[in-house]
Structures are given as C-alpha cells and as structure tokens.
C-alpha cells in the first residue's frame, strides 16, 4: 500500500531556531509537495519538487526552503522559526502519470514559542 | 488561474441525513477533478475522482458527476454516518499539469446521532 510518512506528529520549537521537517515516501514517485494547513484559508503550497536536486517555488514560499537529495525524501526548512509559521505542515506525493491523485501524509503539527 | 469553491461551513446534519456539499470551478480546458476526505488528526485520502465531463465518481456511498455545462462536481451521499464526520476537499489538476493540485477551503461535516 502507498504510504508517506511523516517524521514528526507534533512539534514544539522557539522562535529563531532551525527547523527540519522530513517525510518519506515509497512509492517511487517523482513528484513531492510540501502545504501548510490554517484554518480558513485551506491547504496552501510552499514548494514542490519533480526530481532529485529540483524544486519549484510555490505560493508562499517566504521563510522556508526545501531540500530532495534522494527521491523518497524531502524536507522542508525553517530558517529562522517565527510564531507566524505555527501551523499544519502536509507533505504530498505524486506520479507522474495523468489523472492520479496526491497521496498524503498524517501531518506534522508544529508550534513556535 | 484556475480555482476550486465550495462552502467552508461547518455543515450539522443529523445521521441517516442526505449530504450535499457543492463544488464549482474554474479552469482552461479538462481539468480532472477529486474530492479528498481529512479525518481527525489525519492528512488527506482521496475519496473519488472523475478525469472527464459526465464521468461519476463514487466511494463508500458518496458520488460526485462531473459537469462540464455548470462547472461543478458536487458532493453527495444518500444517508451519512457519525463516521463521516470529517473535512471534505473539492480540488483539481488541469489536463496534463498533475503537479499544480488546486483545492478548495474545505468543507467541514459534523453528523451527530
């Protein structure tokens, strides 16, 4: 069965700190999206890859960076964490065959002091 | 650009109740076109998709038909659960852009007994 797993359920970091959050998935698919969840405003996108080494910004981009040195992984980063950033993060795989649907991990919940 | 709506609610119904939760959309072309399902503390699974106008998708119940003439996929079920308590996600990927996923705010659900 298809599965993307997510490092971390629940997090608590302090402002300023580095933040990692990693997800894997076995389903050899080329594409991997990381969104962020807040009420109200829905699933919204930070970046996704389409290969090892790529990446594309998405629409809120600012204050994070990604990384996707092998295939199965990608993990986003928190430069410098900010209480604005507490959130739901979602990670997301995809093939690259047409009319597939993303499958998702559980969710990291994090929260910055 | 392209864009999903549906209602944010919360929608009450009480069990045996028939669901409605409309979606409308806009998008170039032939988008495909899913409803996801988030549980409690879960990320997002798909529940059904439709790649083409007319096409009905259906799973545990719930159906959606695809309409080309009102741009819409409307979510329905004939008698919910306390089990589909749950956010609903109308969302969609344009004809051969599987990588830029569009969702809707989300709908929540609460049946209660």
């Known amino acids: 069965d298809v599965k993307v797993t997510q490092s971390s359920r629940y997090l608590v970091k302090r402002t300023g700190e580095k933040v990692f959050l990693e997800c894997v998935q076995d389903?050899?698919?080329?594409?991997m999206f990381w969104y962020r969840q807040d009420p109200g405003l829905g699933l919204r996108l930070i970046y996704f890859?389409?290969?090892?080494?790529?990446?594309e910004k998405g629409d809120i981009p600012e204050g994070y960076s990604v990384s996707r040195e092998k295939k199965e992984r990608f993990s986003l980063i928190l430069e410098s964490a900010s209480t604005n950033q507490t959130s739901m993060y979602l990670c997301?795989?995809?093939?690259?065959?047409?009319?597939?649907?993303?499958?998702f991990g559980d969710g990291t919940r994090l929260s910055i002091l | 650009g392209d864009s999903v709506t549906q209602m944010e609610g919360p929608v009450t119904l009480s069990e045996e109740a028939f669901l409605t939760i409309n979606c409308t959309y806009t998008?170039?072309?032939?988008?495909?076109l899913f409803w996801y399902v988030q549980y409690p503390g879960e990320g997002l699974q798909l529940l059904l998709k439709a790649t083409k106008a007319d096409d009905k998708g259906s799973n545990k119940g719930f159906e959606a038909t695809y309409r080309k003439e009102t741009t819409s996929f409307h979510l329905e079920k004939g008698s919910v659960q306390v089990s589909d308590s749950a956010v609903y996600f109308c969302?969609?990927?344009?004809?051969?852009?599987?990588?830029?996923?569009?969702f809707g705010i989300g709908t929540k659900l609460q049946v209660i007994p």
């Open positions: 969302a969609l990927t344009p004809y051969g852009g599987y990588q830029k996923v569009t």
């Open positions: 389903m050899d698919h080329e594409n």
């Open positions: 997301a795989s995809i093939s690259g065959l047409q009319n597939q649907p993303q499958h």
């Open positions: 890859s389409y290969d090892v080494k790529m990446k």
């Open positions: 998008a170039t072309g032939y988008p495909s």
